[in-house]
Structures are given as C-alpha cells and as structure tokens.
C-alpha cells in the first residue's frame, strides 16, 4: 500500500510560480511511475506529467510542456511539480498518482494510488 499528500496549492497571479509536493509513505519502488494530474470543476482529470522513480525519465502533456517540470528527491521520498508563467486555465485541483506497473500511462487507470489533491487557482 503507498500512500500519498500533496501540499502547496495556493492562489497566485498570472505569470507566477509555484511548486507542489506530493511525499509518498508506504510500499514504493524504484520503477513506480510518480504522475501528476489535474481537475477543473465540471472537468475529467487531465494527465500532466510522469516521472520514473528510478531514472528520472520525464514525460509532459503538451499544455504544460516548458512551463512545468516533474522532478523527485529519492531521500525524501517526495516527487515534485515546479509550475512556472501560470495561466487562469492552470486552476485546477492537482492529484498526486502511483503506477505500481509500469504501464507509463496518461489515463487515470494506469495509476493505482492517488492522493487526495491541492488547490491551485490562478488569477488574472
């Protein structure tokens, strides 16, 4: 069982940065899949990023491609999203997920763990 939590969320201004934290406790292993994903009201939860836990491979969706970066700390048990030049479209709630299979997916059923998320709202 791993479990996950986010933190970080919090209203910034347009153009800005910030970074989300997602610790994750638990039964984790070097070739877990670490994602990050996000969820507008009225909206489906919309891939963002994954990382390997292991090598560091990264992989973005286009939306956020040179303005986001997914990284980890290994010591710390922590995968990272350091968002920069934020859009009002950002806002969303930011969801924390695990792949314990390696299936390098951009769906929410690739994942199999999922924290409970962190506010982020952006304004213009």
């Known amino acids: 069982q791993v479990q996950l939590a986010e933190s970080g969320g919090r209203l910034v201004q347009a153009g800005g940065s910030l970074r989300l934290s997602c610790a994750a406790s638990?039964?984790?292993?070097?070739?877990?899949?670490m994602g990050w994903f996000r969820q507008s009201p009225g909206k489906g939860r919309e891939f963002v990023a994954w990382?390997?836990?292991?090598?560091?491979?990264?992989y973005y969706a286009d939306s956020v491609k040179g303005r986001f970066t997914i990284s980890r700390d290994n010591a710390k048990n922590t995968v990272y999203l350091q968002m920069n030049s934020l859009k009002p479209e950002d806002a969303a709630t930011y969801y924390c997920?695990?792949?314990?299979?390696?299936?390098?997916?951009?769906?929410?059923?690739?994942?199999?763990?999922w924290g409970h998320g962190t506010q982020v709202t952006v304004s213009s």
């Open positions: 638990g039964r984790t292993a070097s070739y877990y899949i």
């Open positions: 997920a695990a792949d314990s299979r390696r299936r390098y997916g951009i769906v929410t059923s690739a994942y199999d763990y």
């Open positions: 990382l390997t836990w292991g090598t560091g491979t990264t």
